[in-house]
């Protein structure tokens, strides 16, 4: 199975090419601090000890979610998943494999991210306005906070626990013009003052990772066999709950690439474009398990876990 890279010069994953930097090691999230995840070995990045190519868990979703744009941890089981047109939280059991509950919480929208804190469930709008759940019950209380993001694309939205915030990615670039073309910004939501924080709080540049690609001898195919520079649009960020590391996705690239908390790119991998078309979620189990959904494009929707490995994947 080709996964579209032109590969050179560099070690194999599971058929799945995965190079990454060392990324500084830090004390991990809420899991993390209280010892229940083990450290892996210091010279290696997140992005290693996963089988991109081989998911220990794949399944169709059902047709009503065949929009599905985000994804959250609830607990090690269960997962809750939104999609662009309706205002429904689905909450999905990893083991049964099935979507167990469903909780309505706003109108029709175009609901892009999903992160879960506490006993609180936010969903984010792509114009920018935050719906917060104060618990996932059938029914639960929920306001609306209109955070006036400068951006008018945001896609990805995930907990940085260990700030007390939310982060909220931008797929478009905060104006434009060629010298901002390839610039990328996450901005911040504090759940103490419950208000968008002044400033980007990271930068992230297309260039770079389109640099790092070309310099580990990889570029994206077109179809036809002809080279395709990375377009970098995030649709997902995800914290990763050991090293720290952000992992974003790229559903036009079909792409997830990681940065350490300076914005650097510390990996870059290419997705399965048969089993993700349009891969819109990505959310980590408190055990480091990942999970990606991807949109149906003309298949089928679809959600995938790729346990974290205790070794290098290889």
């Known amino acids: 199975m080709s996964l579209g890279w032109i590969t050179t010069g560099t070690a194999r994953l599971t058929g799945l090419l995965v190079l990454a930097v060392a990324a500084a090691q830090a004390p991990g999230a809420e899991a993390a601090q209280r010892g229940s995840l083990p450290p892996g070995p210091a010279s290696l990045p997140a992005l290693s000890f996963y089988a991109l190519a081989a998911p220990d868990m794949s399944a169709s979703l059902p047709p009503r979610l065949a929009e599905v744009s985000g994804v959250t941890a609830l607990s090690g089981s269960e997962v809750a998943c939104i999609q662009d047109e309706e205002g429904v939280v689905f909450v999905y059991d990893l083991a049964q494999r099935r979507v167990v509950r469903q909780i309505p919480f706003g109108p029709r929208g175009d609901y892009e ?176 398990d990942l999970v990606i959904t991807s949109e149906a494009s003309g298949g089928r929707p679809t959600i995938a876990l790729f346990k974290r490995k205790s070794q290098p994947a290889r």
């Open 113 to 288: 991210g999903i992160a879960s804190a506490g006993t609180r469930a936010f969903v984010l709008r792509s114009d920018g306005v935050l719906f917060e759940l104060q618990d996932l019950s059938s029914t639960p209380p929920v306001r609306a906070h209109i955070l006036r993001i400068p951006t008018a694309d945001n896609e990805g939205l995930c907990l940085d626990a260990r700030h007390r915030r939310l982060l909220i990615a931008a797929k478009s670039p905060p104006g434009t013009g060629k010298t901002v073309k390839d610039r990328r910004v996450v901005f911040a939501y504090g759940l103490d003052a419950a208000a968008l924080e002044p400033g980007p709080a990271m930068l992230f540049n297309a260039e770079a990772v389109r640099a790092f690609a070309e310099r580990h001898g990889r570029r994206r195919l077109t179809p036809g066999g002809k080279p395709r520079a990375l377009r970098f649009l995030p649709s997902a960020i995800a914290i990763h709950p050991m090293t720290l590391e952000v992992f974003v996705l790229s559903a036009v690239d079909q792409a997830l690439a990681t940065f350490d908390a300076s914005g650097s790119v510390t990996g870059v991998a290419a997705l399965d474009p048969e089993r993700f078309r349009q891969p819109e979620g990505l959310a980590f189990l408190a055990n480091g």
